[in-house]
């Protein structure tokens, strides 16, 4: 009988043994009348026995009094007997065959503590014993990193069985991974390291036959231990049946051919560890037993495809999703789908013949997964492998324009040849629509990998833009739309993370793609238009930025009404200086997204940049409501851990301490960051973010040491994800170097990083922009003060040439001249040495020129 099958039993016995013998006929056809007839046969032997203490016991009732016995007995009375060698000391774990105790050697020979396993007393039986004995020798021979070892069998004084196996200080798996929030990958290495073990008891044809978590033990050093082979089978010699009686194991976690009593094979263990995966990856069983009777469970078990892991989620599982390392419900869903969902669900197939030949297979899949690979169930599909080729290259920086053609044909001919046989066709079709074809694939591939849709991602976006790159260069000569067409993808993605040259750059070279060409798609260069916009915007190139806008606006037809041409627009005139015109504008867009969701990403959009322009123009506490009345409506539509909400309370933060909140925008800086790091980590974005806000509250508190060192750690996680010449990276240097400046002591690291922050602007931003200028100004300022006048005008030598004046705002070309007229009146600049005379000079000459330029009104 099924350990499910008898707990139902005992559950009608309990019950019905209460109701009174007259009316109990009618109890059992109310509330039994969908059971088995056996199940119920087997009920009523067991009434009648209750009720005549003289009838003899069946096979079950003795079952029930041997269950009954052994949970009346308390556990401490075990503690003290001696077994063997061994001294008994605690419970350590029951199972449907045993008890496992923690013992200690006790006849003096070496000082050991192991675990030992008592067989039940209920269990034992001729047959049992004489298997028993059979495979304790075999199992004894399982030497494993990955295998509890066995260290010794023998029997009690009653004659039961015991083994003394090694004593592993660790956690069940899955409360492991769930306490340390293991990551996918994490969890997935997990597995394969189960496998291994799993693997090498098959090699030595043995059979676990009762994986489960509680039999997995994770120690300290992560190295995953299976434990408990006790009804482990071996396949050496004649197959056998094994009887009903015999079987156990947890009936959750069984193949349908255990719970039957059919021939088991090395297929009932990779149906074990289907199992073990499906709740450790996605954190759910595979069925809600909730409220089901024993039958039902059953039918469920024997009869019913479990749901695939991604379906298993609902919206509010966030909390799943973040202790494995994603953001949200969604993304988990979307990490699961695929391939990790065909493993498991091949795992779980009722018949054994249709699952893993071998657990070496379903390794190997799991390790296809981790380094995206096509995995081996699936690697039939010709149109599936070329996907994940596209999907593993998508990091290499290797790749020539002559592959990237020849993947670029190979999957539009694939494509092409399942069309073909969709529509029962064979009409030819045209390269540009092989060339689209397989631009779809490429664009799932990169938009797939986008770091900017994930905090905290492990992979370099920098390495990601700049292997795609060359990918499609192939495509601009031979098909101009799909060039357009996926560089438009690219360049979105590095505006999202904040690469304004380049993705200005992308936008431009695929605006002149299409302008070549006589019928250009409106909408994809509007979109590119709109993206030349917003990069431009980002670098201050403001006339290329309204001439794109422009255009735009010309093309669409709702014209400047459009909320995303609404709101580039709005922050172009941010960036313009022109704070009542960019109000009035992202007012506009604001209220045109009032009734939108509160996940709507332009009306997020729309929120934020009006909240800047409010502060722009000296209202930071408007800005600020602003900013409030956006969180509120994003707590309504999003999880408490989603960025999109977490980036507004950070800019709630900012603004507070531009209003002087200082000591609430503190309790909140730490709070969030806190937050940020036990959702993403230490090394991820979301926490350079957070610390970046944190820096802005201590260095208006003028905590500098302490600013100091948050600064630092963002510019690190900066520099790792993005690359020092990243503007976030560059900003972050900067800010060190105005930190460190304030703390005596370190003068000399705030010189070096003012140094490393404006070689970095020169590289990205141009020596003739506006924070190429600003930082070389706080620079000389700050050598002017602790160095001498002439240390300060050589840092500003560079940029002593019309061609970068001309180039800056009125504010920084008026400071500049200041500053250097102040530091070449007082930089001796008659001295003898050459340098000095070299700089003076050079100083001179710009110096007369803007007063000449002063005097034509120029």
């Known amino acids: 009988m099924t350990s499910l099958r008898f707990q139902r039993l005992r559950e009608l016995f309990d019950s019905a043994s209460e109701i009174p013998a007259s009316q109990r006929q009618t109890w059992l056809e109310l509330h039994c009348g969908d059971e088995d007839p056996a199940l119920l046969q087997e009920l009523r032997s067991m009434l009648a026995a209750d009720a005549d203490p003289e009838a003899p016991l069946t096979e079950a009732s003795l079952q029930l009094n041997r269950s009954l016995l052994a949970e009346a007995i308390p556990q401490s009375l075990y503690a003290g007997r001696v077994v063997g060698p061994y001294r008994i000391e605690s419970l350590l774990g029951s199972g449907g065959m045993g008890q496992v105790f923690r013992a200690q050697r006790a006849d003096g020979t070496v000082d050991q503590s192991v675990a030992l396993k008592l067989i039940r007393p209920e269990a034992m039986s001729p047959e049992v014993m004489r298997r028993f004995r059979a495979e304790r020798q ?365 993705a200005a750059e992308t936008a431009g ?113 408007t800005g600020l409501s602003t900013l409030q009345t956006l969180a509120e409506r994003q707590q309504t539509a999003m999880s408490a851990g989603d960025p999109r909400l977490l980036i507004t309370r950070l800019k709630i933060v900012e603004f507070k301490s531009r209003l002087k909140l200082s000591d609430e925008a503190l309790a909140e800086a730490e709070a969030l960051r806190e937050e940020i790091m036990r959702l993403y980590g230490a090394e991820s974005i979301m926490l350079a973010r957070a610390e970046s806000t944190l820096w802005d509250v201590l260095y208006v508190l003028e905590q500098d040491a302490r600013a100091a060192e948050v600064i630092a750690h963002a510019e690190q996680i900066w520099h790792k994800q993005l690359g020092a010449d990243h503007p976030r990276s560059v900003s972050a240097t900067y800010n060190r170097a105005i930190t460190l400046q304030q703390l005596p002591e370190r003068q000399a690291e705030a010189s070096a990083a003012y140094a490393a922050a404006i070689a970095a602007a020169d590289r990205s931003y141009g020596r003739d922009s506006n924070i190429s200028a600003r930082f070389r100004l706080t620079y000389a300022r700050f050598l002017e003060q602790t160095a001498t006048p002439l240390q300060a005008l050589q840092s500003l030598a560079p940029q002593q040439s019309q061609q970068f004046r001309h180039k800056w705002a009125p504010n920084y070309r008026e400071e500049f001249d200041k500053t250097l007229g102040r530091l070449y009146d007082s930089a001796a600049c008659q001295a003898a040495d050459v340098a000095a005379i070299a700089y003076c000079r050079a100083a001179a000459d710009y110096l007369r020129n803007v007063a000449v330029n002063a005097a034509d009104g120029r």
């Open 509 to 621: 070279l695929a605006i002149d793609a299409l302008n070549a060409l006589n019928d250009r798609p409106a909408t994809l260069l509007r979109r590119l238009l709109l993206l030349s916009a917003e990069a431009n915007t980002g670098r201050n190139q403001i006339e290329l930025a309204r001439a794109a806008l422009d255009q735009a606006m010309s093309m669409d037809a709702a014209g400047a009404q459009a909320v995303d041409l609404v709101l580039a627009r709005g922050r172009l005139e941010t960036f313009s200086g022109n704070a009542e015109s960019a109000t009035r504008l992202l007012r506009e867009a604001f209220e045109l997204t009032r009734s939108r969701p509160g996940d709507d990403d332009q009306a997020s959009q729309a929120a934020l940049r009006l909240a800047e322009a409010q502060a722009q123009q000296g209202d930071a506490a």
């Open 138 to 502: 075999a199992l004894a021979q399982l030497t494993h990193p990955g295998i509890c070892r066995f260290l010794d069998t023998g029997s009690d004084d009653t004659g039961a069985p015991y083994v003394a196996m090694e004593l592993i200080e660790g956690e069940p798996l899955l409360s492991y991974a769930e306490r340390h929030r293991l990551t996918i990958a994490q969890r997935i290495e997990l597995l394969r390291a189960i496998c291994t073990a799993v693997e090498y008891a098959h090699q030595n044809l043995i059979v676990h036959r009762d994986i489960k978590s509680s039999n997995v033990l994770v120690g300290a050093d992560g190295q995953p231990k299976l434990l408990d082979f006790g009804i482990a089978k071996s396949l050496r010699g004649q197959v056998e049946h094994t009887r009903t009686s015999e079987r156990f194991f947890s009936p959750l976690n069984a193949a349908p051919e255990q719970l039957r009593g059919d021939v088991v094979g090395v297929a009932c263990d990779i149906y074990a560890l289907g199992v073990l995966a499906y709740e450790l990856l996605c954190g759910k069983p595979m069925f809600d037993f909730a409220g089901l009777r024993p039958g039902e469970v059953e039918r469920l078990l024997l009869s019913v495809p479990p749901p695939i892991m991604s379906q298993r989620l609902r919206e509010e599982d966030t909390a799943l999703a973040l202790s494995r390392g994603v953001a949200s419900v969604a993304a988990l869903r979307r990490r699961l789908a695929g391939d990790l969902d065909a493993i498991v669900a091949r795992c779980l197939r009722k018949s054994p013949r249709e699952r893993y030949a071998h657990v070496a297979q379903l390794s190997q899949d799991l390790a296809n997964v981790l380094e995206g690979l096509p995995i081996s169930i699936r690697g039939g599909e010709r149109l599936y492998s070329l996907r994940k080729f596209v999907a593993r290259h998508a990091l290499a920086t290797t790749l020539t324009s002559a592959l990237a053609a020849s993947l670029t044909l190979g999957l539009g001919a694939s494509l092409i040849q399942s069309h073909r046989l969709e529509q029962q066709r064979n009409e030819a079709v045209s390269e540009r629509t092989r060339a689209a074809l397989a631009l779809r694939l490429l664009q799932e591939a990169f938009i797939g990998a986008d770091p900017a849709k994930v905090a905290g991602v492990d992979v370099s976006a920098k390495q990601i833009l700049q292997s795609a790159k060359p990918r499609i260069e192939a495509l601009r000569a031979d098909d101009p739309i799909a060039y357009a067409s996926l560089a438009t993808t690219i360049g979105e993605i590095e505006l999202g993370l904040g690469d304004d040259a380049n």
